[in-house]
């Protein structure tokens, strides 16, 4: 049942809500249990309830409040598993020791396993029992989905995206905004070609807020004369499916992107500033599939420091003054990408100033993993880029670059609201303006 939760209650009469509660009880337990299995099992049963990862929660951290614990949001998934497939799960039932979960227990869960989660996996790394849990979180809200509790914003994102490829409607497709945009910046934007070796996709948050920075990777792919391409009907790189915890959606979204590359013969597909992108293709896209991807995915960093690293790219000095560099979450801690970036900062002259937490433990934004999109979220969310906004200001940088647009965006709106002094900048951009002719 994928009924979107804020819609469910509004129509109904009150037999007809108590019902629907009890159907998203039961959805819920059924999302849940396509989920046990021996690994779930293991990591449920390791905890030792030690309250390590709440130090390690951006949202525990800013706000100190014990609801926020990491292992706590993943208490349903967890009373789910002891009362139906743990194996002391007769004894629990019978004797009534784990009651069954309620409608309102899990409405009250919505907002902790989204609102307060960027599937960051800060929590993961620091657990002593090796507990990956924004495993779990992920785990708990597919089974979210299945009871129509996935908030409104990412259920009505993912449902469009599944359908027409962007997540959104828009008032022209994405695919002629993508020619605008290199029109507008004198940029060639080879689209649909037959054949490519690299295909690019694009995040929608650069299509709508930052296109100066699309046509910086199509400008910057010229120059290492790659033979790349952009398709219709594979450009998004995000995945609402992902985030909302839909599992088939999540892999509907990423087969469009799968079936365009395999159509144009692409050895590399190419993830752009997106860090949770990068996640859902390049750890989870062949599991959905069931077998491995006929090409190899790279963030564009990645792919850039390949191309610096055999002479193709050539930068000149970039005069930033001090800068620092902020990792998104889902490229160092769940994909390592940590020397790439830093490869090209130092081939333009720059060797960034850390924070006092930084690469692995970076602190978040704050918006990813759907964040940002969730309205209610922003008073927690702001209290969570103060934070980073903090570090940031304790290195007395004069320049502030990340390699995730979403990260960019969550930025530009704190600083907004902070008043806050630095323009965050994306890497890609800086170092399209400092490509070296032959």
């Known amino acids: 049942m994928n009924t979107s939760p804020i819609e469910f209650h509004a129509s109904l009469s009150a037999d007809e809500a108590r019902v629907g509660e009890r159907e ?38 800013a706000t ?72 779990l979180i992920e785990q708990a ?14 259920y009505e994102k993912a449902e469009h995206q599944r ?31 037959p054949t490519a070796e690299v295909m690019l996709t694009v995040p929608r948050t650069d299509i709508e807020y930052y296109p100066a920075a699309v046509a910086a990777m199509a400008r910057v792919m010229a120059h290492v004369k790659a033979d790349f391409t952009f398709r219709s009907d594979g450009l998004v790189a995000e995945n609402y499916g992902y985030y909302a915890g839909g599992r ?26 997106c860090g949770h992108a990068y996640s859902a293709l390049r750890w989870e896209a062949a599991e959905l599939l069931g077998r491995p991807l006929p090409f190899k995915v790279q963030h564009i960093t990645e792919y850039l420091a390949e191309a610096l690293a055999d002479g193709s790219l050539r930068l000149r000095p970039a005069d ?10 889902q490229l160092v801690r769940k994909g390592g990408v940590t020397s790439a970036p830093r490869q090209l900062l130092r081939a333009m002259g720059v060797e960034p100033r850390e924070t006092v937490e930084h690469i692995g433990y970076n602190i978040c934004c704050g918006g990813g993993g759907g964040v940002f999109d969730i309205q209610r979220s922003a008073p927690l969310r702001y209290r969570v880029v103060e934070e980073k906004f ?36 994306s890497l890609l951009e800086l170092v399209a303006e400092h490509l070296q002719s032959a």
């Open 320 to 329: 930033v003054g001090i800068a620092t560099f902020h990792d998104p979450c």
């Open 24 to 61: 998203r009880v039961v959805g819920a337990m059924r999302g849940f249990s396509r989920e046990f299995g021996a690994l779930s099992a293991l990591r449920l049963e390791a905890c030792v309830h030690c309250g390590m990862c709440a130090d390690a929660c951006h949202f525990y951290i």
């Open 248 to 273: 088939q959606w999540q892999r509907e979204i990423s087969l469009r992107l799968i079936d365009q590359a395999i159509a144009c013969r692409a050895k590399v597909l190419v993830v752009p500033e």
């Open 141 to 154: 809200r597919r089974g979210m989905f299945e009871a129509g509790l996935a908030p409104k914003e990412l």
């Open 64 to 135: 100190e409040d014990p609801q926020y614990t990491p292992v706590l949001k993943v208490e349903p998934f967890k009373q789910a598993f002891k009362r139906e497939a743990g194996a002391f799960a007769p004894i629990f039932r019978w004797f009534g020791l784990k009651r069954r979960i309620t409608a309102d227990e899990l409405e009250r869960w919505q907002h902790l396993l989204y609102d307060s989660c960027n599937l960051c996996g800060r929590c993961s790394l620091i657990c002593p029992m090796g507990i990956d849990i924004a495993e």
């Open 163 to 193: 359908r027409t490829g962007q997540p959104e409607p828009s008032s022209e497709p994405y695919r002629d905004r993508l020619l605008a945009i290199g029109r507008q910046f004198n940029v060639d934007i080879p689209l649909d070609k």
């Open 390 to 425: 903090n570090d940031v200001d304790k290195t007395g940088a004069q320049t502030f670059l990340t390699s995730c647009s979403d990260c960019r965006r969550t930025f530009d709106d704190g600083m907004r609201h902070f008043n806050w002094q630095l323009t965050p900048r």
